[in-house]
């Protein structure tokens, strides 16, 4: 067992340590999980967040967008994360419709992640607009990860997904957003599809720690959906590194199981019952 791992089961990651580690100067990892299985394995390795991101209308539902993605299926995924993690913060994404229509409808769907799924956290996306919502989830006790820059559920407005941030006027609403975020209370945010020097500038301008996606080396943490860190699926972005060709594995134990069972070579005697 590597030092890592053997540390990593040691602490509960809290809100807390997480801003210790800000201060401290040491990187944070967060990685999506949606069922019990890799929830269990990214645990054990030593991740300190997993995110149950809305993003499982992409990779589970196979959705173009995160759109369609209901509050009951977050919560339903979220428990499933939940039940396999002894270490990290589990981090329940607030999809599209479940905080744009009131601050009080923010609260009563963070209530829900926490109550029915077991979530830790939740997750919002926005800045400015939101903050309202946060600082008001934020006094329910729960605490809040901010998401600004690239924010998925706006894809429409954004006119598809586009780098933000960029230009004197993308650069101050992005500022803008983060610190709006910090003020009303998030214990971190995570800044995605943003140029590297702007995510330096933002994550040295506030006080929460930055998790980066496609935003940099200087964010204060590094977030990759699972799919692409395992190479599951047929496109990533270019901001991506594919740690591992798991749908090539998958793909070519599948063919040899056809194969055996097709010249009759499985089940054999070794796999039978006596």
């Given at each position: 067992?590597?030092?890592?791992?053997?540390?990593?089961?040691?602490?509960?990651?809290?809100?807390?340590?997480?801003?210790?580690?800000?201060?401290?100067?040491?990187?944070?990892?967060?990685?999506?999980?949606?069922?019990?299985?890799?929830?269990?394995?990214?645990?054990?390795?030593?991740?300190?967040?997993?995110?149950?991101?809305?993003?499982?209308?992409?990779?589970?539902?196979?959705?173009?967008?995160?759109?369609?993605?209901?509050?009951?299926?977050?919560?339903?995924?979220?428990?499933?994360?939940?039940?396999?993690?002894?270490?990290?913060?589990?981090?329940?994404?607030?999809?599209?419709?479940?905080?744009?229509?009131?601050?009080?409808?923010?609260?009563?769907?963070?209530?829900?992640?926490?109550?029915?799924?077991?979530?830790?956290?939740?997750?919002?996306?926005?800045?400015?607009?939101?903050a309202e919502s946060i600082e008001r989830?934020?006094?329910?006790?729960?605490?809040?990860?901010?998401?600004?820059?690239?924010?998925?559920?706006?894809?429409?407005?954004?006119?598809?997904?586009?780098?933000?941030?960029?230009?004197?006027?993308?650069?101050?609403?992005?500022?803008?957003?983060?610190?709006?975020?910090?003020?009303?209370?998030?214990?971190?945010?995570?800044?995605?599809?943003?140029?590297?020097?702007?995510?330096?500038?933002?994550t040295q301008r506030l006080d929460i720690?930055?998790?980066?996606?496609?935003?940099?080396?200087?964010?204060?943490?590094?977030?990759?959906?699972?799919?692409?860190?395992?190479?599951?699926?047929?496109?990533?972005?270019?901001?991506?590194?594919?740690?591992?060709?798991?749908?090539?594995?998958?793909?070519?134990?599948?063919?040899?199981?056809?194969?055996?069972?097709?010249?009759?070579?499985?089940?054999d005697e070794a796999h039978s019952y006596?």
């Amino acid at each position: 067992m590597s030092n890592v791992t053997a540390s990593a089961r040691e602490h509960r990651i809290t809100v807390r340590s997480l801003d210790q580690r800000k201060r401290k100067g040491e990187p944070i990892t967060m990685l999506t999980a949606y069922d019990f299985t890799f929830a269990r394995i990214f645990d054990a390795a030593g991740i300190d967040l997993l995110l149950v991101g809305d993003s499982l209308g992409n990779v589970v539902q196979g959705c173009d967008t995160t759109l369609p993605v209901t509050l009951d299926e977050v919560i339903y995924h979220t428990r499933l994360v939940a039940r396999g993690v002894r270490r990290s913060l589990v981090v329940g994404d607030m999809p599209f419709g479940s905080y744009q229509v009131s601050s009080e409808d923010a609260v009563r769907s963070a209530i829900r992640m926490v109550k029915e799924a077991g979530a830790q956290a939740v997750k919002l996306e926005g800045g400015v607009q939101v903050a309202e919502s946060i600082e008001r989830i934020v006094g329910a006790q729960i605490p809040v990860m901010g998401h600004v820059g690239l924010t998925p559920q706006s894809v429409h407005k954004m006119g598809g997904f586009r780098v933000q941030g960029r230009g004197d006027q993308g650069r101050t609403r992005v500022i803008e957003d983060a610190l709006a975020v910090q003020a009303a209370g998030a214990f971190a945010v995570v800044l995605e599809g943003i140029p590297a020097e702007l995510g330096r500038e933002v994550t040295q301008r506030l006080d929460i720690p930055t998790i980066g996606i496609g935003a940099g080396p200087d964010c204060d943490g590094q977030v990759l959906v699972m799919h692409d860190l395992l190479g599951l699926n047929d496109w990533t972005p270019s901001f991506v590194k594919q740690y591992a060709n798991l749908g090539a594995v998958a793909s070519s134990a599948a063919r040899s199981f056809a194969e055996e069972v097709g010249n009759r070579k499985f089940p054999d005697e070794a796999h039978s019952y006596r």
